[in-house]
């Protein structure tokens, strides 16, 4: 009778290969999730940002074509030609702007905001403002607006009343 030979990897030779195949796929399988954490922190700030750039968009297209500004109390009041009014309300928690039936809410962490009229910073309940600075916790927006003369001096009666 003749024997054959058969051809195997040992028992010891098959180990090895798991552990080296195992080693491998927690590597991979690690990196993934790293990869994933990173990805979802990234789209969490990109949001903020895009949610900053958005409400930056609005007030500053707001201010340009606003006839007047107004503070009242937490509420700056926008006041445009064709007698449209628009109202944000600045919180802790967010921007709210609301024009006539419709709202929008900009989640954004404001920390604070201040109101000036001529340089002067005005903590009066209701004023015009020229000047408007919100601090974020990410960023600060700064926005300017410029009066005509005449308004000027409408304005200036106004406080005498």
């Known amino acids: 009778m003749k024997t054959t ?37 990234f789209q969490k700030e990109e949001d903020k940002l895009l949610v900053i750039a958005q409400v930056n968009d609005c007030l500053q297209r707001d201010f340009a074509h606003a006839k007047s500004v107004e503070a ?55 004023i015009i403002l020229d000047e408007l600075i919100v601090a974020l916790k990410q960023d600060k927006l700064h926005y300017l607006k410029t009066y005509g003369a005449d308004f000027k001096i409408e304005y200036e009666q106004l406080k005498k009343l």
């Open 5 to 41: 030979n058969i051809q195997a990897f040992s028992l010891i030779e098959v180990l090895v290969t798991m552990i080296i195949a195992v080693l491998v796929m927690s590597t991979a399988i690690s990196g993934y999730l790293f990869i994933e954490k990173q990805y979802y922190s």
């Open 72 to 126: 009242i109390g937490n509420d700056l009041l926008f006041k445009f030609i064709d007698d449209t009014e628009i109202i944000y309300t600045i919180g802790d928690n967010g921007i709210t702007r609301n024009i006539e039936a419709a709202s929008e809410a900009f989640k954004v962490d404001v920390e604070s905001y201040q109101v000036f009229y001529n340089k002067a910073n005005l903590d009066a309940e209701w």
